[in-house]
């Protein structure tokens, strides 16, 4: 399995960016998914997840500026951001996790995992 992160990049305060994962793998709608992120000098931590029936969850720290969604047709998870502030700079990962019924928040739930994908917020 071949995970695929595109949609970085530098953006301003208060703009928004979309991330896209692409799934290379024949059972991407029985996957959880989510994304992680590192900021530098930080632990990797949890940011949104959503399982294989499309329950949702956050980090504190991103609801309801972030909407993380799922496209099994076309095997690729978005991660929506808006409202960005500079504490949002970090590398972005995709992950997924066999077992899809529920969200996972601890990184060592997650069996594959896409490049790191930089996102950057200028103030």
């Known amino acids: 399995v071949q995970l695929q992160a595109s949609g970085g990049g530098l953006v301003q305060a208060g703009g928004s960016l979309r991330l896209s994962c692409a799934v290379f793998?024949?059972?991407?709608?029985?996957?959880?998914m989510g994304w992680l992120r590192q900021a530098p000098g930080k632990e990797r931590e949890f940011v949104a997840g959503?399982?294989?029936?499309?329950?949702?969850y956050y980090a504190d720290s991103v609801k309801g500026r972030f909407t993380i969604s799922r496209d099994n047709a076309k095997n690729t998870v978005y991660l929506q951001m808006n409202s960005l502030n500079p504490e949002d700079t970090a590398l972005y990962y995709c992950?997924?996790?066999?077992?899809?019924?529920?969200?996972?928040?601890?990184?060592?739930?997650?069996?594959?995992w896409g490049q790191g994908i930089l996102v950057t917020v200028s103030s």
């Open positions: 992950a997924a996790a066999r077992s899809g019924w529920y969200v996972y928040v601890k990184r060592s739930t997650y069996d594959y």
């Open positions: 793998g024949r059972t991407f709608s029985t996957y959880g």
């Open positions: 959503i399982s294989r029936s499309g329950d949702t």
